[in-house]
């Protein structure tokens, strides 16, 4: 069964806006991971936060997480044509599990 | 960094047959793969954990007599898809903790039933 679910399932936004990427889940977690897949390849790990951190930057990327709402959000900056790709989060707690995606077109 | 060498990273083959993936952890042990699949434009599920040396558990409604995982050794789990059908193609992914929280990915075995 899926954990978490993003929204929204696509996006498609201009070179150097910023891109904004919910992700809620249901039940406790001990950290929530955000996934990039580029189309047919494999995941990059982009950046973890643990249960009892709100906030974490990463370059160009910042995660938050509110514990109290059961979920996270992913905004990376300045987008680029090559952020474009697919994002997910996952969520460990007692198991793995992926969220739905979110599909980010970046357009030049 | 860890790295997960996944292979092979597509394969085609005729309905009927059998079809191995390898996942091999490069300079660590893995004592635990996750493996997943995933459906076009869709997440990934998880369908089975191995545990080096055990059997592996598999997730509510993944047929374990389809899907053969074996987990021999510390730095390689395998997946057997047998009697492979259509709607076997998929895209499968092996994943493995690393320490801590992190978890590291293989690239992916495209798989394509004809």
């Known amino acids: 069964s899926q954990q978490g679910e993003e929204d929204p399932q696509a996006l498609s936004i201009q070179e150097g806006e910023n891109a904004t990427m919910n992700c809620s889940y249901k039940?406790?977690?001990?950290?929530l991971q955000w996934y990039r897949q580029n189309s047919g390849r494999g995941l990059v790990h982009l950046i973890l936060i643990r249960s009892n951190e709100r906030e974490k930057h990463s370059g160009r990327l910042r995660v938050t997480l509110d514990t109290s709402k059961k979920s996270s959000s992913l905004l990376i900056t300045a987008s680029r044509a090559a952020d474009t790709a697919s994002y997910f989060c996952a969520t460990t707690g007692n198991q793995f599990y992926f969220g739905t995606g979110t599909s980010l077109t970046v357009i030049p | 960094g860890a790295v997960v060498s996944q292979h092979p990273s597509w394969v085609i083959c005729k309905s009927g047959t059998s079809v191995k993936i390898e996942c091999r952890s490069l300079d660590f042990q893995a004592t635990t793969m996750f493996w997943y699949r995933q459906f076009p434009k869709q997440s990934l599920m998880l369908m089975a954990t191995?545990?080096?040396?055990?059997?592996?558990?598999?997730e509510q409604g993944v047929e374990k007599d389809k899907f053969l995982i074996n987990h021999a050794s510390l730095t390689l789990s395998t997946l057997t898809v047998t009697s492979a059908h259509p709607e076997d193609s998929s895209f499968y992914i092996c994943s493995t903790s690393v320490g801590g929280d992190g978890y590291t990915f293989g690239s992916g075995t495209r798989l394509t039933v004809v």
């Open positions: 191995s545990n080096e040396g055990s059997k592996a558990t598999y």
């Open positions: 039940t406790s977690i001990n950290n």
